[in-house]
């Protein structure tokens, strides 16, 4: 069964430093999205992407995000400089088409730790 | 605005009883509603959704939910619980007006089903 990947499983950065997780969707699916759980809170939308731009993002995605599909394979999310408050599993996910009745497929997380 | 809200953090339940595990939802227009599970260092696999038709609506792994406009509410539901099933859970809703996808979550469930 097709499923969304992303590398690395763990990641550990020291404050200020950059970083870029990496996604890649599954093969058919055209829209692309970027969640994050801080631990103990709820599952948060970050941005959606479609044909190679953003279509919509949150208060959260700040100019320290920046997200790209470099080879037609990978989605990735890039931190700039990254805070300690930015230390949580980010989820990347995709889905067929980008209407409301359709599922999204997520994958299994990056956990990314700020120190 | 859309949100969710899952009443308990956690459930616990005797194997092979009935469980339930509460959604209640807010959202302008006409809901999309979905129930993700996800199990210990995997990511949110999508058990089932409502978009319109039947109320009950029938999942993975012999999960349903049932939708109730009235109490804006979409619990999710199995007639005999399996030891296996214990794992975080996840209600999510997709505004009618939305085309590119946002899920809003709520802030899961724990299940815990003891043999």
């Known amino acids: 069964e097709p499923e969304v990947t992303q590398t690395p499983s763990h990641q550990v950065t020291q404050m200020g430093q950059e970083v870029i997780l990496r996604c890649v969707p599954i093969?058919?699916?055209?829209?692309f999205y970027w969640y994050r759980q801080i631990l103990g809170q709820k599952v948060e939308f970050l941005v959606s992407f479609y044909n190679n731009e953003i279509s919509e993002k949150s208060e959260i995605f700040d100019d320290q995000f920046s997200v790209e599909r470099p080879d037609g394979s990978n989605f990735t999310l890039k931190i700039r400089s990254t805070k300690l408050e930015d230390s949580a599993m980010y989820f990347c996910?995709?889905?067929?088409?980008?209407?409301?009745?359709?599922?999204?497929?997520f994958g299994q997380g990056t956990r990314l730790t700020v120190v | 605005a859309q949100s969710v809200a899952q009443p308990e953090d956690q459930v616990n339940v005797a194997e092979g009883n009935p469980l339930t595990v509460k959604c209640t939802y807010s959202v302008s227009g006409n809901p999309y509603l979905f129930w993700y599970v996800q199990y210990p260092n995997r990511g949110l696999q999508f058990l089932l959704k409502y978009i319109t038709g039947d109320n009950l609506v029938k999942g993975s792994y012999g999960f349903e939910a049932e939708f109730n406009k009235s109490q804006t509410s979409f619990h999710l539901k199995k007639p005999s619980a399996l030891v296996s099933d214990s794992a975080l859970y996840f209600c999510?809703?997709?505004?009618?007006?939305?085309?590119?996808?946002?899920?809003?979550f709520g802030q899961g469930t724990i299940l815990t089903v003891h043999p």
């Open positions: 999510a809703v997709r505004y009618g007006g939305t085309s590119y996808g946002k899920l809003t």
């Open positions: 996910a995709s889905s067929r088409t980008g209407g409301s009745s359709t599922e999204a497929f």
């Open positions: 093969s058919n699916h055209l829209y």
